[in-house]
């Protein structure tokens, strides 16, 4: 596919919409097409779906929760990522199969494995050209996330054991794929983390 896929990973509370926004603006400054989307949700079937994930109220099972991301990430490759590769433009998305690996597989305690071979079938084996994985430990994107002033959803207010198995299986994840993933520290100022992330994508445009 000739176009380019990236996307940012980490625990909620780390930044990775100010570093989307920040990479997308440098792509077109570069001249690129970018499509900057979003998972769950970057779809208009995915938008009924996010709001199931992120505000039911009442039970919803890990296997439930697991296959209402795959079904959103489904369409949304189908119908926005993949048509956007093949034509040539660049796309940028917020979270993508990782976070399921991350958050079902490690943080509900599900097998990553099966997670992850559940995504990959939702979405045909698509892998991002670039995965950039922002890292903080879990209370201290916790704190941040509380600062922001906005009420925390259905994920965002489970217990900080939740976020440090999805912080770990991240780390995990990144060091079996050192070629697709750049982990950023990112307790360094917003500056710094565009640097880092700008060198790696100007090696793959
Ligand atoms: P996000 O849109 O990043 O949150 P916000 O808009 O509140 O910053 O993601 C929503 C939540 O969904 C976030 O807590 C992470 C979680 N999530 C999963 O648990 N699994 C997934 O596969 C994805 C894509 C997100």
């Not at 990553?112 to 995504?119: A, G, H, I, K, P």
């Amino acid at each position: 596919m000739a176009g380019l896929f990236i996307s940012f990973e980490g625990i909620d509370g780390v930044g990775k919409s100010t570093q989307a926004d920040l990479l997308e603006t440098w792509l077109q400054s570069q001249g690129k097409t970018v499509v900057r989307t979003l998972e769950p949700g970057g779809t208009e079937v995915g938008i009924e779906i996010r709001k199931i994930l992120l505000h039911h109220r009442g039970d919803l099972t890990p296997r439930a929760e697991a296959a209402l991301f795959a079904a959103d990430r489904a369409h949304h490759v189908a119908s926005k990522i993949r048509p956007a590769l093949e034509r040539g433009e660049v796309v940028i998305t917020d979270r993508y199969f990782d976070s399921s690996v991350a958050y079902q597989g490690a943080g509900r305690e599900l097998s990553q494995t099966e997670v992850r071979d559940l995504s990959l079938w939702a979405v045909g084996g698509l892998l991002p050209d670039l995965t950039v994985l922002l890292d903080l430990p879990a209370d201290v994107a916790r704190n941040r996330r509380n600062g922001s002033g906005t009420e925390p959803d259905r994920l965002e207010s489970e217990k900080i054991e939740f976020f440090e198995r999805a912080r770990q299986a991240y780390l995990d994840l990144a060091k079996a794929e050192p070629n697709r993933f750049l982990v950023i520290d990112a307790a360094a100022s917003v500056d710094v983390m565009q640097e880092q992330i700008v060198n790696r994508v100007t090696g793959l445009i």
